[in-house]
């Protein structure tokens, strides 16, 4: 059965604390693995999209890196705005159907 | 580029009542998606949508739960009669394609609490 579990359910750092969310998903024939961020009271915002093992991708403060058994969000130096919830998920068939992870909120205090 | 739009965004209904969604997607994305989140949890997928026709509905509870998508372009997502279980957030995406990697982008959600 295809399964995403996210670690920590709840992380709390100081602004400029670097710290990473992790992935660990279980899937057969992986096409695609997600992040998205979302706030309170909105839908899911699109992060990245990682293809395959050793894949990595950049934006702002944050780096996605993928491996064949977990995924990993580093964040580097948050800032207060970071504070969100971060979503996990993967694609394991043509038809397009996200599995996703419960989710880590991260709270990022000043 | 417009996103996703859903309407009404908060919605409470006594149990037994029936409430009706409506996503209306980017303009051009073929597949449309409606997911439930439930509080603490991740989005998990309703049915799925490839312009008129379901591709994935292994996940609605058919006996209260109905979904149509008209003209391939707008959808709406009903409930009736509905449960106190059914408090959530119905959340609608669309892509361009299915699968093979595509992107999802979501609407902001409609919140529903059952009373």
């Known amino acids: 059965e295809d399964q995403v579990t996210q670690s920590p359910e709840a992380l709390r750092l100081q602004e400029g604390e670097s710290s990473s969310l992790n992935c660990s998903y279980t899937?057969?024939?992986?096409?695609?693995l997600f992040w998205y961020r979302q706030d309170p009271g909105k839908g899911p915002e699109f992060l990245f999209t990682l293809y395959s093992a050793g894949e990595e991708k950049e934006k702002e403060r944050l780096k996605a890196t993928l491996t064949k058994k977990e995924s990993f969000l580093h964040i580097t130096a948050p800032k207060p705005e970071d504070s969100a919830t971060y979503l996990c998920?993967?694609?394991?068939?043509?038809?397009?159907?996200?599995?996703f992870g419960q989710g880590t909120t991260l709270q990022v205090k000043p | 580029e417009a996103g996703v739009a859903q309407s009404p965004r908060y919605k409470i209904i006594e149990k037994r009542q029936s409430v009706a969604f409506w996503c209306n997607p980017i303009?051009?994305?073929?597949?449309l998606y409606w997911y439930q989140q439930i509080l603490g949890q991740g989005p998990k997928l309703l049915i799925q949508f490839q312009n008129n026709g379901v591709v994935d509905d292994s996940q609605l509870p058919k006996d209260r739960f109905s979904a149509e998508r008209l003209k391939g372009v707008d959808s709406t997502l009903k409930i009736q009669p509905a449960k106190l279980e059914d408090s959530a957030v119905y959340l609608c995406?669309?892509?361009?394609?299915?699968?093979?990697?595509?992107?999802?982008?979501f609407g902001p959600g409609t919140r529903l609490l059952v009373l």
């Open positions: 995406a669309s892509s361009r394609l299915a699968g093979g990697g595509e992107t999802q982008y």
């Open positions: 303009s051009g994305h073929a597949t």
């Open positions: 899937v057969s024939g992986l096409r695609g």
């Open positions: 998920a993967v694609q394991a068939s043509n038809t397009g159907k996200l599995i």
